[in-house]
């Protein structure tokens, strides 16, 4: 690669969030990195893409003098804002540290962590994801350990990808971290668990005694060998390689095959 790589650093819970520091301090020494971080969170706005007003960008200096880009759209708007305004090229988008992990296709759909990776990928960019299992800013900032076990983790996954690109059918790489790092903390590689919660909802009523409804989700037992089970159970690092082609592998003869062919004649 001529020159130093351009390294995109986004994320999904806004520009004062924690784990954007660490993304920062950890990607820094790979190359030149630009740091363009929505205004306030943007949690579960999966790819989402804002055309309903209009998108602005501000500058920021923040962590003794840093300078930083701001926008009040969404992580996904973000790599397009990137690529347009910013610079002409980018080697590599690195999204996180989400504080709290993205784990299972049910979380990763909604992810806008991974969004921004998504994004990426459709426009042909590496792209990391990296996330936490811990749902409060000052427990990351409070634990040192495990700041700087995180960062050495994103060092040394994100030079590979710029030093060894991303070959197919990989798109995107997911990586989530358990709430403790140490020296001592296993790596693994995991496929991503199908759901992680049932879907809930709370039941209230406003002020006014209008019906209000608040949605949250009961943990599933996880299975063994999914990235769920690898970063809550085992307490290790899940690496879980993603493909944004969602079209199934269908062989002839299949059960499949003979079910969309019923549908097509139903349209007759």
């Known amino acids: 690669m001529a020159g130093k790589p351009h390294i995109l650093v986004t994320n999904d819970d806004g520009v004062h969030s924690p784990g954007l520091r660490l993304l920062y301090e950890a990607l820094k020494p790979l190359g030149e990195v630009i740091v363009l971080a929505p205004e306030t969170p943007k949690s579960a706005s999966g790819l989402g893409i804002t055309l309903h007003k209009p998108l602005r960008l501000t500058r920021l200096r923040l962590w003794g003098g840093v300078e930083v880009y701001v926008t009040n759209g969404t992580p996904s708007d973000i790599v397009y804002m990137a690529l347009e305004e910013l610079t002409d090229h980018i080697d590599l988008v690195a999204s996180g540290v989400n504080l709290g992990d993205n784990t299972s296709i049910q979380v990763i759909l909604s992810s806008g962590t991974i969004g921004a990776a998504a994004q990426a990928a459709l426009l042909g960019i590496p792209a990391a994801a990296y996330s936490i299992a811990i749902e409060e800013p000052e427990q990351l900032e409070a634990d040192r350990e495990t700041w700087e076990q995180a960062k ?31 020296p001592n903390t296993p790596v693994k590689l995991a496929p991503a668990a199908r759901a992680r919660y049932t879907q809930k909802i709370a039941r209230g009523r406003d002020p006014r005694g209008k019906p209000l409804y608040w949605l949250y989700g009961e943990q599933i037992q996880p299975q063994p060998g999914t990235d769920v089970y690898t970063v809550h159970v085992e307490k290790a690092v899940a690496i879980t390689p993603l493909r944004l082609d969602l079209n199934p592998q269908l062989k002839p003869g299949t059960r499949a095959i003979q079910w969309l062919q019923g549908l097509l004649q139903a349209t007759r």
Do not use: H
Request: aromatic share 4%.
């Open 152 to 182: 050495k983790l994103i060092q040394k996954t994100a030079r590979y990808i710029l030093e060894n690109g991303m070959p197919p059918p990989i798109d995107i790489i997911s990586i989530n971290m358990p709430s403790k790092m140490t």
